[in-house]
């Protein structure tokens, strides 16, 4: 008798330790799944909570794939769009015939689910809001990084950093964004600015404030002669004849070579040819030879992949320079170009992507 009441006190006294070391189990496997995991505010003011660390992203758009291997996180990259996949040179280790689709708009998302993707990565241009709904079914998350969106650099490589655990190197590529910008603000801070007119790979499409190009405008130093367009202007061609009675001083065109697919760029540069034509045709445009800029001979091309990269900080380091020789005599773009291609991406810096070179 004794030993039973003996045993069935005993037990009773074990009871508050195992419930206890099953509270403790608990929270333990609580804290696991929390620890997996990492809440971030992407590029729209979304907020998602991802896996942590990501180790299988596909990615929409070559200028969200080339932050992501600045921050040395590209082998969390599992696939790509055909945009990016297309320079087989610049992307050897991405299968153009196993990709998630043409671009950001034109994705597959059967492909992408296939693929067991963690997370899809496109821009805000993107068709995340119905990305995000495809594959919801799948488990499978939708992050908006907009690698062009200047304005919020520091906000999607901090981003990058978390989700990939790649923090130090982001911090590194912050820092190498950040010192040319802060020069460039300080050095032209009483200057009179010049007057911009931009224009993208198709003719008489140009910036408007709040787009992409705009920001990078800013940051070089130059005016937008379109910064007070009215709204049902934006997005639209413009009008010859409006560009020259509102006479830029300068005038930068984006050029890519002509197997590019539309509107993408490719490592490889266009010809010293398609630079020189690109530069005359300009100067021969019915009346823009009344403007400052061609009066001056002060009309440059970019190259769509060069002047895209670290968020459009090489095209803007390249205008400021072009514009302010003077005044920026410590700014090197060629040496923030090699920099960006050597020690961020990888590769041998190439010439021909900016046109006509800076003078030494």
């Not at 004794?2 to 006190?9: A, E």
């Not at 190259?303 to 003077?326: C, D, N, R, T």
């Not at 005599?329 to 920099?339: A, F």
């Amino acid at each position: 008798m004794k030993k039973r009441l003996f045993k069935f006190i005993l037990v009773l006294m074990l009871i508050p330790i195992f419930v206890l070391s099953g509270c403790a189990k608990d929270e333990r496997e609580k804290q696991a799944d929390k620890d997996n995991t990492i809440i971030l505010v992407d590029n729209v003011g979304r907020k998602v909570e991802l896996p942590f660390p990501v180790k299988k992203a596909v990615v929409a758009n070559r200028y969200n794939s080339e932050l992501i291997r600045a921050c040395g996180a590209i082998n969390g990259v599992i696939a790509v769009d055909m945009g990016t996949a297309q320079d087989r040179e610049y992307w050897k280790q991405f299968d153009p015939k196993n990709t998630i689709g043409k671009d950001a708009k034109d994705l597959n998302y059967e492909k992408i689910a296939e693929l067991g993707a963690e997370v899809l990565i496109l821009p805000a241009n993107g068709s995340y809001e119905e990305a995000e709904k495809k594959l919801e079914p799948f488990g499978i998350k939708v992050f908006v990084i907009s690698g062009y969106d200047t304005a919020d650099f520091q906000n999607q490589i901090t981003n990058i950093g978390k989700m990939f655990d790649k923090e130090k190197e982001a911090e590194k590529f912050i820092k190498y964004f950040n010192e040319p910008i802060e020069y460039i603000k300080k050095a032209l801070k009483d200057v009179e600015k010049k007057k911009v007119y931009f224009e993208s790979t198709t003719e008489y499409n140009t910036s408007f404030p709040g787009d992409y190009y705009a920001n990078m405008i800013n940051y070089s130093g130059g005016i937008n002669i379109f910064e007070d367009a009215p709204k049902d202007m934006h997005g639209k061609k413009v009008d010859s004849e409006e560009i020259v009675k509102r006479n830029p001083d300068f005038i930068f065109k984006n050029v890519t070579p002509d197997k590019a697919i539309k509107g993408t760029g490719l490592y490889e540069a266009p010809s010293k040819e398609l630079m020189d034509k690109t530069i005359e045709d300009i100067k021969k445009r019915a009346g823009w030879d009344e403007t400052n800029a061609v009066k001056n001979n002060n009309v440059y091309t970019m190259s769509q992949f060069g002047h895209g990269g670290a968020s459009k900080l090489i095209g803007a380091v390249y205008m400021a320079k072009w514009m302010y020789p003077e005044q920026l005599k410590d700014l090197n773009p060629d040496e923030i170009y090699r920099q960006w291609l050597e020690d961020f991406q990888g590769f041998k810096n190439l010439q021909g992507h900016f046109y006509p070179e800076i003078k030494k």
